[in-house]
């Protein structure tokens, strides 16, 4: 079976070297490469990671030439295109450009007991999911450490200004399900789980049972995750429990079948402690079948793991919708017959295009 996979994102259209790219060493030696002593890059860390404060006119603390000096180190990577809401303004879908014209999206939901941010790795995404409207647009490129980072201290900023019902609030969650495949951009997305999880100043000192990575299932990179001591939650988009259908749902399984991917699951289950999480969405008559939930039961009972069911949204022109609610509950009810935790995901921002792959940037 012949599939376009795209691994290799162009090398083209690299954005600019930001502070935030690197680590606190690394930025230490940048200030000093540009003649500054070495603490302005403890300074700026503080106002952009702590203080969410990104305009050095209020860096009291830094005299206006120093500033001035170190805006080689601080580009604009985002420019803000639009926001649209819903939710009564709870979720909030940001689409920006980069400073090559590549758009990317992010979205923010705020529930009674967290705020999660739901985030982009890359420009578009090269592994093809047919029922994925990111996935029908192909791959532009990797977003940068800083690109993916900006994502979140955007959000931090609009939630401190007030700008999001509910009064200022602080990010609890993030999930690379946004565009792209982390695991593609493994290098960026690692440094940016640094960013998200190291200890203030150096990082936000978020906790990283918080954030979860979702993969299609790279299997050499879910072991690699595995062992970066970075004990973030991981979701497999399992979608279908025989190879046969997921070849065709989700392509990378034509590289690396279910029991593979399952395997690396459960190592990474071993090495973290942290229950995977098992996605799949639930697509009328193509995988919502009794026998389907049964063997994916099998599969599954015993492990440290969870599904998490996404009633599918039909992403424009496609020939597929949701299960009825009907085989959605016998497909609960199988999986929890065979000992499996599971529950229903909730549709946020359906109306906005902001739903789970429905990220595609098309507008601009
Ligand atoms: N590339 C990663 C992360 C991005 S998508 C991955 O595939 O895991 C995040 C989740 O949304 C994945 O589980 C993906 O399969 C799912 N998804 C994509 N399109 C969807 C759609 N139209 N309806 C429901 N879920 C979808």
Same mark, same amino acid.
């Given at each position: 079976?012949?599939? &376009?996979?795209?691994?290799?994102?162009?090398?083209?259209? %690299?954005?600019?070297?930001?502070?935030?790219?690197?680590?606190?060493?690394?930025?230490?030696?940048?200030?000093?490469?540009?003649?500054?002593?070495?603490?302005?890059?403890?300074?700026?860390?503080?106002?952009?990671?702590?203080?969410?404060?990104?305009?050095?006119?209020?860096?009291?603390? !830094?005299?206006?030439?120093?500033?001035?000096?170190?805006?080689?180190?601080? @580009?604009?990577?985002?420019?803000? !295109?639009?926001?649209?809401?819903?939710?009564? *303004?709870?979720?909030? %879908?940001?689409? +920006?450009?980069?400073?090559?014209?590549?758009?990317?999206?992010?979205?923010?939901?705020? +529930?009674?007991?967290?705020?999660?941010?739901?985030?982009?790795?890359?420009?578009?995404?090269?592994?093809?999911?047919?029922?994925?409207?990111?996935?029908?647009?192909?791959?532009?490129?990797?977003?940068?450490?800083?690109?993916?980072?900006?994502? !979140? =201290?955007?959000?931090?900023?609009?939630?401190?200004?007030?700008?999001?019902? *509910?009064? @200022?609030?602080?990010?609890?969650?993030?999930?690379?399900?946004?565009? *792209?495949?982390?695991?593609?951009? +493994?290098?960026?997305?690692?440094?940016?789980?640094?960013?998200?999880?190291? &200890?203030?100043?150096?990082? =936000?000192?978020?906790?990283?049972?918080?954030?979860?990575?979702?993969?299609?299932?790279?299997?050499?990179?879910?072991?690699? =995750?595995?062992?970066?001591?970075?004990?973030?939650?991981?979701?497999?988009?399992?979608?279908?429990?025989?190879?046969?259908?997921?070849?065709?749902?989700?392509?990378?399984?034509?590289?690396?079948?279910?029991?593979?991917?399952?395997?690396?699951?459960?190592? +990474?289950?071993?090495?973290?402690?942290?229950?995977?999480? !098992?996605?799949?969405?639930?697509?009328?008559?193509?995988?919502?079948?009794?026998?389907?939930?049964?063997?994916?039961?099998?599969? =599954?009972?015993?492990?440290?793991?969870?599904?998490?069911?996404?009633?599918?949204?039909?992403?424009?022109?496609?020939?597929?919708?949701?299960?009825?609610?009907?085989?959605?509950?016998?497909?609960?009810?199988?999986?929890?017959?065979?000992?499996?935790?599971?529950?229903?995901? &909730?549709?946020?921002?359906?109306?906005?295009?902001?739903?789970?792959?429905?990220?595609?940037?098309?507008?601009?």
């Amino acid at each position: 079976m012949m599939v &376009d996979l795209v691994f290799e994102a162009p090398k083209t259209g %690299k954005p600019p070297k930001h502070l935030l790219d690197m680590a606190r060493p690394e930025r230490r030696a940048a200030v000093q490469d540009l003649g500054l002593p070495a603490y302005r890059a403890d300074q700026v860390s503080t106002h952009l990671l702590v203080h969410h404060e990104d305009d050095p006119g209020k860096w009291t603390d !830094i005299s206006a030439t120093d500033r001035e000096t170190l805006s080689s180190l601080l @580009p604009q990577l985002l420019q803000p !295109i639009r926001t649209v809401d819903c939710d009564d *303004g709870a979720t909030v %879908k940001s689409l +920006y450009r980069l400073h090559d014209g590549s758009l990317v999206e992010s979205v923010l939901m705020r +529930y009674s007991d967290r705020i999660t941010m739901c985030i982009s790795s890359q420009a578009g995404c090269g592994m093809n999911c047919p029922f994925c409207a990111t996935g029908q647009a192909g791959l532009t490129r990797n977003l940068s450490t800083a690109e993916i980072v900006e994502q !979140i =201290l955007a959000g931090a900023r609009a939630l401190d200004a007030g700008q999001v019902p *509910g009064g @200022p609030g602080r990010i609890s969650n993030i999930v690379f399900m946004g565009m *792209g495949e982390p695991l593609a951009n +493994y290098s960026a997305v690692l440094g940016a789980l640094h960013r998200f999880v190291d &200890d203030p100043p150096e990082g =936000l000192g978020m906790s990283a049972r918080g954030i979860t990575v979702s993969t299609v299932g790279l299997v050499p990179r879910i072991r690699q =995750l595995a062992q970066e001591g970075m004990p973030v939650t991981l979701a497999v988009s399992l979608h279908a429990p025989d190879d046969h259908l997921r070849d065709t749902l989700v392509p990378i399984n034509t590289r690396w079948k279910v029991s593979e991917v399952l395997e690396a699951a459960w190592f +990474y289950a071993e090495q973290t402690k942290r229950r995977v999480s !098992i996605e799949y969405a639930l697509i009328k008559d193509i995988n919502d079948q009794r026998w389907r939930a049964e063997l994916l039961g099998e599969l =599954l009972a015993g492990h440290l793991v969870h599904v998490n069911l996404i009633p599918l949204n039909p992403t424009p022109g496609s020939k597929w919708t949701a299960s009825t609610p009907q085989a959605e509950a016998e497909f609960v009810a199988a999986l929890r017959e065979a000992g499996v935790a599971v529950t229903v995901r &909730d549709t946020r921002g359906r109306e906005i295009d902001g739903a789970c792959g429905q990220l595609a940037a098309i507008e601009s």
